[in-house]
């Protein structure tokens, strides 16, 4: 059975791009990227912890309107 594990910055760009999001494009205190009309924060952490990771992938979810199950998550990097 597969966990979550932290996630590089880039690693974490490049898995949300596959989900349709452009960018990242800098903003006044964080860096952000578009899903349509919608703005989801980058952080500008080099890596992301499994809390931190989990709290950004709800928001993508509630933004894309489906669930990003761990499998899923692996397959996009």
């Known amino acids: 059975m597969s966990r979550w594990t932290p ?3 880039g690693d974490f760009i490049r898995r949300v ?3 349709g999001f452009e960018g990242p494009f800098t903003g006044t205190r964080h860096q952000f ?3 349509e009309q919608h703005r989801l924060a980058i952080p500008s952490n080099a890596e992301y912890s499994v809390p931190q990771l989990r709290m950004l992938i709800r928001e993508i979810e509630g933004i894309i309107g489906f669930e990003v199950p761990l499998d899923d998550w692996q397959e996009l990097g």
């Open 7 to 9: 996630c590089k910055r």
């Open 17 to 19: 791009h596959q989900l």
């Open 33 to 35: 990227m578009v899903f």
